[in-house]
């Protein structure tokens, strides 16, 4: 039987997707636009195995499992309490055939799952470089936006081993660390190939870039039309309507 109990101090959201639904619980971490527009970004064809990095409440493997016919997700998770919550979104959607959360360290990925597992790797990795400033390093909201337990270069160098030569990494990250990025990916044979930036509103600096990587990939990038995400204040434009159903 399907257990998806809902604790106290967590509650369920639709996702307005498929009938979909996820549990948060908002005093550690509810996830973002980011999670969103990374689902909108994936491609991942019919049988193929995708794994999605530091996972959280599952939100991106649900939300793929409307879009996508892979045949299945494997989830990983390194926080107990979040893996518990996907676990039990999992439950809720009746999605325990095709998603499961695996309870580990993103480090260890390649450990885990074996090399060359996987067509197609999904992150939507922690932005900020250190965690300086932080009074408690160890909160799961702080978890999820330092880098405090795993690097970007944690993130492609597991995601090298655990692809199949030919495929692909789909993360969102900020514009400021785009350099770094596009350079760590590099070194660890991931070519980058698609890339969107993503503004606020049409008179703003991006704040998010969406990035596809090919392992073993040719050199050579396709920068496609920027991502804008509000018209004005509370009002989406017609491309985040129609394409994430907001």
Not at 58 to 76: F, M, N, R
Not at 147 to 173: M, P, R, W
């Amino acid at each position: 039987m399907s257990d998806f109990s809902v604790l106290e101090d967590e509650r369920v959201d639709d996702l307005e997707r498929s009938n979909l639904k996820i549990i948060q619980n908002p005093g550690r971490f509810c996830f973002g636009m980011d999670a969103v527009l990374l689902t909108g970004f994936v491609t991942a064809k019919k049988g193929d195995r995708v794994l999605d990095m530091g996972t959280g409440t599952g939100i991106i493997p649900i939300l793929l499992s409307a879009k996508c016919d892979a045949s299945s997700y494997e989830a990983l998770e390194i926080q107990k309490e979040s893996a518990d919550m996907a676990r039990r979104s999992v439950a809720l959607n009746h999605l325990e055939e095709k998603i499961h959360i695996v309870e580990g360290d993103i480090k260890e990925a390649g450990k885990i799952f074996g090399p060359a597992s996987f067509k197609v790797v999904t992150c939507n990795p922690p932005y900020m470089i250190d965690d300086h400033g932080l009074k408690n390093p160890g909160e799961p909201k702080a978890i999820a936006r330092h880098e405090v337990l795993c690097t970007f270069e944690d993130v492609a160098k597991q995601a090298s081993v655990v692809l199949e030569d030919g495929g692909k990494l789909f993360i969102v990250h900020r514009p400021f660390r785009l350099a770094e990025i596009m350079n760590t990916l590099i070194q660890n044979n991931l070519e980058p190939k698609r890339m969107r930036l993503v503004y606020p509103y049409i008179d703003h600096e991006p704040n998010m870039v969406l990035i596809e990587a090919c392992k073993g990939g040719r050199s050579r990038i396709t920068v496609e039309k920027p991502l804008i995400i509000f018209k004005e204040q509370g009002v989406y434009t017609e491309e985040i309507t129609e394409v994430y159903g907001y």
